[in-house]
């Protein structure tokens, strides 16, 4: 081997050497590089988690949201053991409703922190929120107002009430509280009266007159169908002069069996059923024992008006 030849050889094995120097320098210094983007990643998810609200949903003792201009008060009775409607303990609540919302409003995760100032109060639609709510904890309240929709970020404005902090809140929480008194009722189930099969017919009287018995049929017949093609809750609770109010007895028949279905027996139970109809320019309407008031069939109501005479 000639000097030139070594010297080429001397020289491409400088050249390798500086080359793996090169990478384990590169290697080193780009993985320290990641790791500090990771931890500067895991920071920011940290800094922009933000709890807003985290409390014991069993500890509250009353909610009450704005929605669509309408205000709806709840109220946890001790003594009555569940959630009812502030102004009307008697109003059929379905209890899920309130329960889901106690729990929704006690653990509020927002996505970021916009700003502490109420300078952009209006544009962030939080001067008239679309959805205000107040939850008691015992003697201490927490008000939550949701604003305007940012379509870019897919969030909503979200400001604490008695301060000026702007956050973002997902949708998520919205649907728990979009909801009118009459949405969250448990609605009145009337038998379908002209199924002989289940229902005998005791005694019907309209307006406090005992109806003859084929009177009596016809009414049961055209509360069936009342029944059968639905009634949709109206109001609550409302006195109309005019109204006819029928008071029907009648005896309901259930087959009871027992666990292996060895036995089987049927029992009679005697109930009553009470209902006022009338009609209000094209619209009929009818008052269940509940107290909740239903628009019904018009065929099946004129039966009944005309029954009462």
């Known amino acids: 081997m000639n000097k030139a030849?070594?010297?080429?050889?001397?020289?491409?094995?400088?050249?390798?050497?500086?080359?793996?120097?090169?990478?384990?320098?590169y290697f080193a210094v780009t993985g320290k590089s990641d790791g500090a983007q990771n931890d500067a990643e895991t920071t920011q998810t940290t800094d922009t988690t933000v709890y807003v609200a985290q409390d014991d949903a069993s500890t509250i003792t009353a909610i009450s949201y704005t929605w669509q201009g309408q205000t709806v008060d709840l109220v946890y009775s001790s003594d009555m053991g569940k959630w009812t409607w502030a102004d009307d303990r008697a109003f059929p609540l379905k209890y899920d409703y309130p329960a889901s919302m106690a729990t929704a409003i006690s653990t509020i995760l927002c996505d970021r922190f916009v700003e502490d100032s109420a300078e952009h109060f209006e544009e962030f639609g939080l001067?008239?929120?679309?959805l205000s709510i107040t939850a008691v904890y015992g003697d201490v309240s927490h008000t939550y107002n949701i604003g305007a929709y940012n379509s870019f970020s897919k969030n909503y404005y979200f400001n604490i009430g008695g301060t000026n902090k702007v956050?973002?809140?997902?949708?998520?929480?919205?649907?728990?509280?979009?909801y009118t008194l009459l949405d969250m009722a448990a609605?009145?189930?009337?038998?379908?009266?002209?199924?002989t099969a289940l229902y005998e017919i005791k005694s019907v009287s309209a307006d406090g007159s005992t109806l003859d018995a084929d009177a009596a049929t016809a009414a049961?017949?055209?509360?069936?169908?009342?029944?059968i093609r639905g009634i949709t809750a109206a109001a609550y609770d409302i006195a109309v002069e005019g109204a006819h109010t029928f008071d029907i007895a009648y005896t309901e028949s259930t087959t009871v069996t027992n666990e292996d279905g060895s036995l089987s027996s049927t029992v009679h139970v005697d109930k009553a059923l009470s209902l006022s109809v009338w009609q209000d320019g094209e619209t009929y309407f009818v008052k269940l024992p509940s107290g909740l008031v239903y628009t019904a069939d018009a065929e099946a109501c004129a039966a009944l008006i005309a029954i009462a005479g």
């Open 5 to 25: 030849q070594k010297k080429r050889i001397i020289t491409l094995v400088i050249l390798i050497c500086a080359a793996a120097a090169l990478a384990v320098i």
């Open 127 to 130: 001067n008239e929120p679309y």
């Open 167 to 178: 956050y973002m809140v997902a949708a998520g929480l919205l649907p728990y509280f979009e």
């Open 187 to 195: 609605v009145d189930d009337p038998p379908v009266l002209s199924d």
């Open 220 to 227: 049961a017949a055209a509360v069936g169908k009342i029944s």
